[in-house]
């Protein structure tokens, strides 16, 4: 792991290139490390993983790659340092002052604007950081991040395997997943390469190309909703860990 010398504020994120609360959560890390960088916040990203797959270091630094991580990332594979922060899931967000005082942290999705705005001041109290001359808060990406969002809880996460740690591959061409789940869209977190046949709420087919391991989005809607869904490895050696669900709006 690099060594590291912080002269101002510290933003950890803990979090798993394939699970989807982690990479929902991933593009405002990205902006804040280079809205802020320059006026001294630190950013380090914690790889601890979820699933097995997600373990291995090289599938590690090129999931994080696709996703377009260019800050440090330390290798918690053990998830010792996770554990040791207190963290209960992912993803998990820790802002250090300068001096080494917690500032600010947050669990879980959600909080962005409150998050930007700790990083913001704990930025202007170091030297160099100006509090005058901000812009505007990020924008909400999707309409459950913003503040005021009233936001309808999912249907749980689903291992078809029986446990994160268990993947589910068919055992014939014939066989397949076969459920129903309520929310904003669903994701399956995937080893290898291939293709997923797909049926949503019994419509025509869809092939979805999986090029690596990670996160696949299956589904997206625009609102909370009920839906049906098939999947069926149609091509080549996938394997499925978990299927997900995102938060909507009523």
């Not at 990670?214 to 091509?235: F, N, T, Y």
Request: with cysteine; hydrophobic share 40%; net charge negative.
């Amino acid at each position: 792991m690099e060594r590291l010398t912080a002269a101002g504020p510290v933003l950890v994120h803990f979090l798993d290139f394939a699970q989807l609360n982690s990479v929902r959560s991933l593009p405002y890390v990205l902006a804040w490390a280079e809205r802020y960088g320059d006026a001294g916040l630190r950013t380090i990203g914690v790889h601890s993983p979820r699933f097995p797959f997600s373990r291995e270091p090289e599938a590690a630094a090129a999931g994080l790659g696709r996703l377009g991580v260019s800050h440090p990332v330390a290798l918690d594979p053990e998830l010792r340092h996770w554990r040791d922060y207190g963290c209960h899931g992912w993803p998990s967000l820790f802002l250090w002052g300068r001096g080494g005082g917690l500032r600010w942290y947050h669990l879980g999705e959600g909080e962005y604007e409150a998050t930007e705005l700790a990083v913001r001041e704990a930025v202007s109290e170091a030297e160099g950081g100006n509090g005058t001359d901000w812009p505007a808060p990020l924008e909400p990406i999707r309409p459950t991040d913003a503040p005021w969002a009233e936001v309808v809880v999912p249907s749980s996460e689903l291992f078809p395997g029986g446990a994160p740690e268990t993947p589910w591959r068919p055992e014939t061409t014939e066989d397949g997943l076969a459920l129903e789940y309520e929310g904003g869209g669903a994701y399956a977190s995937v080893d290898g390469a291939g293709t997923l046949s797909l049926v949503l709420d019994e419509k025509a087919p869809i092939a979805l190309e999986v090029a690596a391991p990670g996160l696949v989005e299956l589904a997206r809607h625009e609102r909370h909703q009920g839906h049906s869904l098939e999947l069926r490895i149609s091509d080549g050696e996938l394997a499925i860990y978990s299927l997900s669900f995102a938060p909507g709006i009523p």
